[in-house]
């Protein structure tokens, strides 16, 4: 029993030993079997009467109670006795178990609402059907291994060998299994483009609503631009009132000096003299002329270019009458009509609504330009004059504001037809005027103006050249004496008056288009010539013979001039060799045509825009005739074009604007 006992204390281990042995299993099994073994031996000589055996149960409690005296045996089987089944339980998991058991968990809610399964098939079928099938190559070596056996095996039946029915059944059970996986796997395509329709359905919703975003940040920088170009303009008033003051005030202290000498004769004639003789005359006092000035946006605007090609914007009921010319700044900017009811009316393209009307010519605008803040309108009354656009009395915050719209509406500014023509506020271009040019003697029928230098020609048969700066006519070219000196230098025909090869036509005008660029002037007139001036020696330097119609419309950049003639064909000219890069044909005479840096558009007699993208090489009609048809309705025929920035805009002979993306 000696050796039991020390048997028994070496097993239950040191101190630093007694808690652990005691909490794992391996050690209550161990305590388990030690108590029992040990009762045996103690309590079997108890039974048998032997009183010699009663020193071991004397040891054996003595050696017990040593071990439950110690501190951490205390301690440990405190703790067990007041551990729960359930604490018990968790402890024997790890934490990695605890958390899936945790995220596994459904409650009985979730699984009471599981939502109906669309599939036909099941999860093992579908993952059944995605397993990884052999290659195409494989493929065809089994198609053809098949069509061999299929030989071999009618030779075997041939050669009076009875068929395998078990392999035969074998074979229709495979071929029925790969059918069915077959089956699965088109449902799962076809699940997945169902799927694929669903994302795309959120992402264009989630498109608008950034669309609308951007288009409500672009309304509030234009208000922004607004509010600085209004504080800019009166703090230039300011200025300048300050400055002529100290003028003022200069010019009365040069006066009083020059009159100290003669302070007796003054004083002796003062009562004789008037007293308005001694108030600075106007001659006297320094004033400064005023001058146009270029006021250039800060930001432009780009949510015309989130748009798909052929995209209506807006259609605005402009005008009454046929459109004779339109122009505008930048896109959602402000846009400027005249028409042949004698009106010339100026738009803010954001809202769709009338600024105000210009007032001043005499009769129909036929010509225009809009370059920043500047216009330019050349009329049938012979006379061109020049307005600021940036002095008009307009509050964009009436179109949403003051007008009652109420917040929730689409700030894309989609037009709609039906919506109720807003009137401008009387006087609100009443200090736009700038000044008039005057030297023509017939209506002004095409201009255009670079910086201070402004081209004009008219159906007197000349061009003039205009000094912005001092508002008046520098240089006068005579077209038919340059065409004279260009016959008689050269000995030809080439370069002088030529007639077209189609009859003449009485609504042709004599200068279709000019364009200036420093010293460099294309001119497009009735008999199908282009010249190319040189502004500082006023002759012409080259002549593009090659349109066998009026020159409508022209325009050209760095490397290439780009003509459209009532000839019905728009070409493209090389200006490094003077040689003809491309042409096109259409259907109709070329009214109008504008490029950017990508497309080529125009108006050839037709309910639409023309639309030639240079880039992708392909020729595409924009407007409201595509889809006329559809419609039930018939758009009058396109006028003018205009395009910036992939931003379009098109005139038509009904009045009506559209405006549209390319």
Known sequence: MAGLSSRNGSDFGGPGEEEESIIS???????????TTTAGHLLMPLATGDPSSSTHYQTAMSD????????????????????????????????????????????????????????????????????????????????????????????????????????????????????????????????????????IANLNSMRKIVLERLAGLEQEEALLEHDIMDVENRLEDAQEQLDNAEAFALAAKEEEDLDKPDDSAMDASFMSESIYEKLPSANSTPTRPKRHKTIRRKSMPILHEHFEPGSMIREIQAHNDNITALDFDVPFGTMVTSALDDTVRVWDMSAGRCIGLLEGHTASVRTLQVEDNILATGSMDATIRLWDLSKAHYEPQDNRINKGVDEDEDPLAFGNPEDVEFEPPMG?????????????????????????????????????????????????????????????????????????????????????????????????????????????????????????????????????????????????????????????????????????????????????VKVYDKLEGRHWDCGSGVTAEEESRTPAIVERVRIKDGYLTEGRRDGKVGIWTS
């Open 25 to 35: 299993t391996r050690g209550i099994e161990a305590f388990g079997r030690k108590v």
């Open 64 to 199: 017990l109670h040593k071990q439950l005296r110690r501190p951490n045996l205390q301690r440990s089987v405190f703790s067990f006795a007041k551990t729960t089944p359930t604490d018990l339980v968790r402890s024997k998991l790890s934490t990695s178990e605890i958390q899936y058991r945790a995220l596994t968990y459904l409650p009985d809610e979730l699984l009471a609402n599981i939502p109906e399964d669309e599939n036909t098939y099941s999860l093992f079928q579908g993952f059944q059907a995605t397993m990884p099938e052999n290659s195409a190559d494989s493929k065809r070596h089994r198609r053809r291994i098949s069509r061999g056996r299929k030989l071999l095996e009618d030779d075997k039946s041939e050669s009076e060998t009875p068929p395998n029915i078990g392999k035969l059944k074998r074979e229709k059970n495979s071929l029925n299994h790969q059918l069915e996986m077959m089956g699965i796997r088109k449902n799962m395509a076809s699940s997945e483009i169902h799927e694929i329709d669903n994302k």
């Open 428 to 608: 609100s271009m009443a200090d736009c005027p700038l000044f008039t040019l005057e030297a023509h003697v017939d209506e002004v029928t095409a201009l255009h103006f670079r910086g201070d230098t402004l081209i004009s020609g008219s159906a007197d048969k000349t061009l003039r050249q205009w000094d912005l700066e001092k508002g008046r006519c520098v240089q006068t070219l005579d077209v038919m004496w340059a065409a004279a000196q260009a016959s008689a230098t050269m000995g030809s025909s080439e370069g002088g008056w030529r007639q077209t090869g189609r009859l003449p036509d009485a609504s042709a005008d004599f200068v279709g288009a000019v364009q200036v660029f420093d010293a460099a002037l294309a001119c497009g007139t009735a008999d199908g010539m282009v010249r190319l001036w040189d502004l500082r020696s006023g002759q012409v330097h080259r002549s593009l013979v090659g349109h066998t119609g009026p020159v409508t419309c022209l325009q050209f950049d760095d490397v290439h001039l780009v003509t459209g003639s009532a000839d019905r064909s728009i070409r493209i000219w090389d200006l490094r060799t003077g040689a003809i890069h491309d042409a096109y044909a259409y259907d109709s005479p070329i009214t109008s045509m504008m490029f950017d840096n990508r497309r080529i558009v125009s108006a050839a007699g037709e309910d639409v």
